[in-house]
């Protein structure tokens, strides 16, 4: 079965400073991979993807994440926090069963930044 | 284009009783999954259409049904509500197979008293 896991329930930072948000998967076959941001109250929101065209993904609002195959990571940096960016993070990778693909999700990362 | 949408977008249920769930997705988008976000289990997947076919279901009880129309709206049904059932469950729609991205709506907010 596959599964993700994400490092650290809740990280705090300061604003301006690096967000590296850990993420690791158990995959027998390629994956595809994402984040998806979730603020309060909403859904959630793609950040990005990988899909094997690169190791090192960009995303939305100066998120990046890299793809390291021998580790099985795909950890999420910004190199700079900005307040809007508190919320709660989640890798997810997509596998197929029974015909289709479905998610399965990390825990989340709760991320707060500090002004 | 507009996004995934979810009606409503909070709920109150007692328990016992039975609820349906409205997901309209992307235009042009097939594929639509149902997740049910709670506080202890976090984001499990419930089920998939495609064609107004399930084709995916995840580890839930009966209780929790769903169906596609023609025209890709979908909706999810649970019955005999219970306590634990109170959870945000978010729909996602994807061009058709997914491993292409999922997008997700809103989410309807459930709580059962």
């Known amino acids: 079965a596959q599964s993700v896991t994400q490092l650290g329930s809740h990280v705090s930072v300061s604003e301006g400073a690096l967000v590296l948000l850990r993420c690791n998967y158990s995959?027998?076959?390629?994956?595809?991979l994402f984040w998806y941001v979730q603020y309060p109250n909403q859904g959630l929101q793609l950040l990005l993807k990988?899909?094997?065209?690169?190791?090192l993904v960009k995303g939305i609002n100066g998120f990046e994440a890299e793809f390291k195959k021998s580790e099985t990571s795909f950890h999420l940096t910004k190199p700079s926090a900005h307040m809007s960016d508190a919320a709660e993070y989640f890798c997810?990778?997509?596998?197929?069963?029974?015909?289709?693909?479905?998610?399965?999700f990390g825990k989340g990362t709760k991320l707060s930044v500090i002004p | 284009k507009a996004g995934v949408t979810q009606t409503p977008r909070y709920l109150i249920k007692t328990r016992g009783q039975q609820v349906t769930l409205s997901c309209s997705p992307i235009?042009?988008?097939?594929?639509v999954s149902w997740y049910q976000q709670t506080p202890g289990q976090g984001l499990q997947f419930l089920f998939e259409?495609?064609?107004?076919?399930?084709?995916n279901k995840g580890n839930f009880p009966g209780r929790f049904s769903g169906r596609q129309f023609s025209n890709s709206r979908s909706e999810m049904n649970v019955s005999t509500l219970e306590l634990g059932d109170s959870a945000l469950y978010l729909c996602?729609?994807?061009?058709?197979?997914?491993?292409?991205?999922?997008?997700f709506g809103p989410g309807t907010r459930l709580l059962v008293l």
């Open positions: 235009s042009g988008h097939r594929s």
């Open positions: 990988y899909t094997s065209a690169a190791t």
């Open positions: 259409y495609f064609s107004e076919t399930q084709r």
């Open positions: 995959s027998s076959v390629p994956p595809y």
């Open positions: 996602a729609s994807s061009p058709d197979r997914g491993g292409e991205t999922q997008y």
């Open positions: 997810a990778v997509s596998h197929s069963g029974a015909g289709s693909y479905q998610l399965t």
